[in-house]
């Protein structure tokens, strides 16, 4: 442990690839949660079909959890380990070349953790509109959709998910690039291609996640 996380070299390259995981867990559940968009059948066939994995959903679900408290707890370390070395703050400080969203990744990081905890307790754990969360479909189902159509209705629940986004895509426009600066894999030629992919992706993975709030709250999408 102190041997792959002791240089901060080693912390980065942890970062990159916890970071990746990540990333590949969000494309993959929007991927997913697009099957609101096929109506009941859809989404609540898919949720089935994922529970119905039994002890490979909770292997899964524990892998993704240190992976997500391993990024975490390194990015605390990585951002005090950064202040530490320069304590006293310049006295004109100039960002040469660095974004907004390079600047507020801790932040943009602490807030999506206390998304994906609200997340999980909305949708997962279903404790926090219990009222729309126990339904079962004509199929025996948890209805799924019910939940989220229900859900995305109310509109600080839509403003709450959109503004989660928007910090997503904060944290990935920066943070995709960035897996691959500190994993070594670009160089000079290329930082500006990956640096505008990543953007990019990100900026995909926002309207492909508020597209399905908005479209219920407007009406698109419907019970
Ligand atoms: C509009 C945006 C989103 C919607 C509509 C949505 C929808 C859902 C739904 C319906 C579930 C429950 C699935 C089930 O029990 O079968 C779920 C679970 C989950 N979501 Fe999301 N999600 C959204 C965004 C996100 C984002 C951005 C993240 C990551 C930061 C995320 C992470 C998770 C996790 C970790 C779970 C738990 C998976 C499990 O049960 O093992 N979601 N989501």
Redesign the pocket.
């Known amino acids: 442990m102190q041997m792959l996380f002791g240089s901060s070299v080693g912390k980065k390259i942890a970062m990159a690839a916890t970071g990746l995981i990540l990333v590949l867990?969000?494309i993959v559940?929007l991927i997913g949660?697009t099957s609101?968009f096929a109506g009941p059948d859809g989404?609540n066939a898919y949720?089935a079909a994922?529970?119905s994995m039994g002890p490979i959903?909770w292997l899964?679900?524990l892998v993704?959890l240190a992976v997500f408290l391993l990024h975490i707890w390194l990015g605390l370390k990585l951002t005090l380990e950064n202040k530490l070395a320069r304590p006293v703050g310049y006295a004109q400080k100039q960002n040469i070349r660095t974004s907004y969203a390079a600047q507020i990744m801790i932040y943009s990081g602490l807030v999506?953790l206390l998304?994906?905890i609200y997340?999980?307790l909305h949708?997962?754990v279903r404790v926090t509109n219990p009222e729309i969360s126990h339904f079962v479909d004509a199929a025996g189902r948890?209805d799924?959709y019910a939940?989220?159509v229900l859900s995305f209705q109310k509109f600080f629940i839509t403003l709450t998910?959109v503004i989660?986004?928007v910090f997503?895509l904060l944290h990935l426009s920066h943070g995709i690039g960035s897996m691959f600066q500190s994993s070594g894999l670009n160089n000079a030629r290329t930082l500006p291609t990956i640096q505008a992919a990543g953007k990019w992706i990100a900026i995909v993975l926002l309207v492909g996640?508020?597209a399905?709030?908005i479209s219920i709250f407007v009406g698109i999408v419907k019970l």
């Open positions: 867990f969000v559940h949660n609101i989404i949720a994922l529970h959903v899964f679900r993704m999506l998304f994906t997340h999980l949708f997962t948890l799924v939940m989220v998910y989660a986004m997503l996640y508020i399905i709030p």
